[in-house]
């Protein structure tokens, strides 16, 4: 999702204020001596230093599509070796202008039984207090989260601030929260405008947007919230702050983070880890959110890139300079998510077969052994053949034979075992060793104390021999699949890996 849009803001009465106070000699604290003052630098929860997190789709991840359904497959997961559960939102979606398509909403579609069947777009939400009613009672939210931290794992709730449903109370309640249209404009397609009078005139009338501009997005179902509006952070906050003291949930995944100020998230984490150390992920690129915010947000530049490599359309360079850029926005102890899919890659470009062909084990082997965090998606683990449906019911297969369940289970308990592996500062940093065909093999070494781990990966299509060059020859070191000893002189067939470690 894009993360930059205009939006057409009233002038602050504060911010007029300020401006006098220091136009009439008043000294006043900066921006950053009232965030030092104020907030805490992020202090990752020592449990997440060497743990997976799995994203669970409760809506297809069973053919029942509820909590008690999804409750039965913890056990699984925890064997899996994903301790942290991100599941997707929980609420009530709206109905109002609700997705049957991308471009064709439920309200046009005259077959009732037909209408029936789209269920809307999770992060269209009318009700951020309560739960889906198709996910079962508030009394099943709560069992899944007690079983979860039974079985020693964490359960982490995502949330959209950044828009509601059309049909959330605030709309007529509350008006003055959502940004306005301004007059004289008309920022959407014509197109569009033509085949929805009736969206259009609604919007029109009452003078309300929806998240971005002409050509950024096409989230028609939702209304843009305006964070200038004190009192809209005042609902989040206390929100934000429910399902943790009620529901004793351990933090959230936030959608389009950076499409919210900043300092809105800041203000968020020192209120929730006031009730209980919490773990924060944000659905964003951007440095400045790990500061005060966020423990961990999306690697997407090197998800791209490793697509690209798969397709053919990057070469080994192109990987190196972009683990450089990583290393100089980041620091060591921000997490960072790595992922081959997700609920937005797999619904909209394509399956890690269609994406990834025969490189997806190769780049599974990579989501794990670099420095992140890495993330399986519900079904991932069984090799999930199709893109799942967005807004209606679509169940995962899990009869199928799939050996990804075994490699992910082997990966994952490597990294929860092995300090080398862990996120942030607990790990070890990232040293790439030379090989005699560094255009298409890729080997690196973390450390952290006496523990290593060395990943080799041939990013090709093509078999290659080659010798690995300055690695000292560990004796130590054995093969995580084969117990093999590392060695100097290799023959891999293309898209072929090996992973070496300290026991």
């Given at each position: 999702m ?21 136009i009439?000699?008043?000294?006043t604290a ?6 030092s003052?104020?907030?805490q ?26 909590f008690?359904a ?11 070796g994903?301790d ?9 979606i ?23 069947k ?90 309300f ?15 843009d ?10 609902e ?10 009620e ?13 919210v ?39 997407w530049?090197?998800?791209?890139v ?16 972009e ?8 620091g060591?102890?921000?997490y ?34 670099t ?21 209606e ?10 050996c ?7 990966l ?17 940093t990232?040293?790439r060793?030379n090989t ?48 093999e000893?590392l ?14 470690r300290?026991?």
């Amino acid at each position: 999702m894009k993360e930059q849009r205009s939006r057409f803001r009233v002038k602050s009465l504060i911010i007029l204020i300020l401006t006098l106070t220091i136009i009439a000699g008043c000294k006043t604290a900066s921006k950053e001596e009232v965030k030092s003052s104020e907030y805490q630098k992020v202090k990752h929860v020592e449990w997440s230093k060497n743990l997976s997190i799995y994203e669970a789709n409760i809506r297809q991840h069973t053919p029942e599509g509820t909590f008690n359904a999804f409750a039965e497959h913890l056990p699984r997961l925890k064997e899996l070796g994903t301790d942290i559960v991100w599941l997707m939102p929980i609420y009530p979606i709206g109905e109002k202008f609700r997705k049957a398509t991308q471009t064709v909403l439920t309200e046009e579609i005259e077959n009732p039984e037909e209408r029936a069947k789209y269920l809307g777009s999770y992060y269209s939400i009318k009700d951020y207090m309560s739960v889906n009613p198709e996910f079962g009672t508030m009394d099943d939210f709560r069992n899944l989260v007690n079983k979860a931290h039974e079985l020693g794992m964490y359960i982490i709730l995502d949330i959209a601030v950044n828009h509601t449903a059309w049909d959330h109370q605030w709309i007529t309640e509350h008006p003055e929260y959502y940004t306005r249209i301004e007059e004289g404009t008309t920022p959407w397609k014509e197109e569009w405008m033509e085949a929805h009078p009736e969206y259009y005139s609604f919007l029109e009338k009452n003078r309300f947007t929806y998240p971005m501009d002409e050509g950024e997005t096409d989230w028609w179902d939702t209304a843009d919230l305006n964070y200038e509006n004190e009192d809209v952070r005042n609902e989040f906050y206390k929100i934000l702050r429910y399902w943790v003291s009620e529901f004793n949930v351990d933090g959230y995944r936030c959608d389009v983070a950076a499409m919210v100020p900043t300092d809105f998230w800041n203000e968020a984490r020192k209120q929730l880890d006031e009730i209980k150390p919490v773990f924060m992920l944000a659905e964003a690129d951007k440095e400045e959110l790990h500061e005060y915010a966020f423990d961990m947000t999306y690697g997407w530049p090197m998800h791209h890139v490793w697509n690209q490599i798969a397709q053919g359309k990057e070469s080994m360079n192109y990987l190196v300079s972009e683990y450089e850029k990583e290393k100089s926005r980041y620091g060591s102890n921000d997490y960072r998510m790595n992922f081959i899919t997700n609920h937005d890659e797999n619904s909209w470009n394509g399956t890690i077969a269609e994406r990834l062909g025969d490189a997806a084990k190769t780049f599974a082997v990579m989501s794990v052994t670099t420095p992140g965090m890495p993330l399986i998606y519900s079904g991932q683990e069984a090799c999930l053949d199709k893109r799942l449906k967005f807004f209606e019911k679509d169940s995962i297969n899990w009869e199928k034979n799939c050996c990804m369940n075994d490699l992910y289970r082997t990966l994952l308990k490597l990294k929860k075992e092995n300090p080398a592996l862990w996120n942030g500062d607990f790990g070890g940093t990232l040293e790439r060793i030379n090989t005699t065909a560094d255009d298409k093999i890729y080997a690196f070494a973390r450390t952290k104390d006496e523990h290593q781990v060395i990943t080799i990966l041939n990013l090709s299509n093509e078999d290659i021999d080659f010798e690995l060059l300055q690695t000292n020859n560990n004796q130590n070191l054995t093969e995580l699949f084969t117990e093999e000893a590392l060695e100097n002189n290799y023959k891999f067939k293309a898209w072929d890996y090996k992973v070496y470690r300290t026991k």
